[in-house]
């Protein structure tokens, strides 16, 4: 065979030059994709353990406030009788103060507060509470946080209360979980609950922690996704075309 036909041009040269620097280019750009994806994925569940730490370290902190006020409420588990379901549901909502508070009076929309609290159904079931063990409690467990969103019927029975006092809500269906949700055994029933409304600023600066925490791990979990549908998109383009 002729030597010269083994031998490339200028011109050649140059392309297949070109062709590799493209090559090694797109090999880059994909392993920095890679890395990056994997960063990210890294950083969600380094979030994803913050969370649950920030978690144990409010149960943790629980137990001090539940020796402050286990023995007071679990003194109103004596409160919770059958009511008539019919009739709960006619008379809106009704309010019984337990114990008056010392705190704050709460306003409509107020959010910024804690609550323990007994909830239970028209055959005294309990269907939710603070206790460690409804039937027979021997502690609390961490106390609701008003912020996180609540029925309609107790954000309106609670207003007038002052922060450390009991009050009894009885709430129609309508205003608890109507027809969407079946609880108590059926839809649309009526809920009483016997709720305890307390503030305290070190369990507020450490649920301000998990909110901010979960805000990042929202927007990590959505940044990952977007990154996903956007690889699929491509491929898929790819593979049509």
């Keep these: 065979m002729d030597e010269q036909l083994l031998k490339t041009s200028a011109k050649q040269r140059i392309f297949i030059i070109l062709i590799a620097v493209l090559l090694l280019g797109s090999t880059i750009a994909a392993y920095v994709a890679i890395v990056v994806s994997s960063g990210a994925k890294t950083d969600t569940s380094k979030l994803e353990e913050e969370y649950t730490a920030k978690q144990t370290e409010i149960n943790e902190y629980a137990t001090t406030l539940s020796s402050t006020y286990f023995k007071d409420f679990s003194g109103y588990k004596s409160r919770i009788k059958a009511y008539n379901a019919e009739k709960a549901n006619s008379v809106g909502i009704q309010k019984t103060d337990l114990k008056e508070g010392t705190g704050r009076e709460l306003a409509s ?30 502690a609390l467990k961490a106390p609701l946080y008003a912020g996180q969103g609540l029925i309609e ?50 369990l507020m600066s450490y649920e301000a922690e998990l909110e901010e925490i979960y805000s990042k791990l929202l927007n990590a979990y959505y940044s990952n996704s977007g990154s996903s549908s956007s690889s699929s998109s491509t491929d898929t383009t790819t593979v049509s075309e």
């Design 153 to 202: 019927g107790w954000n309106e029975g609670v207003i007038g209360m002052k922060l450390g006092g009991v009050r009894e809500i009885q709430i129609p269906g309508e205003l608890a979980y109507g027809e969407s949700q079946e609880i108590c055994g059926m839809t649309n029933s009526p809920l009483k609950f016997i709720v305890m409304p307390i503030t305290d600023e070190k």
């Design 109 to 138: 929309g107020d959010t910024a507060y804690f609550a323990y609290y007994i909830g239970f159904c028209p055959d005294e079931s309990i269907f939710d509470s603070s206790f460690d063990d409804n039937d027979n409690p021997t």
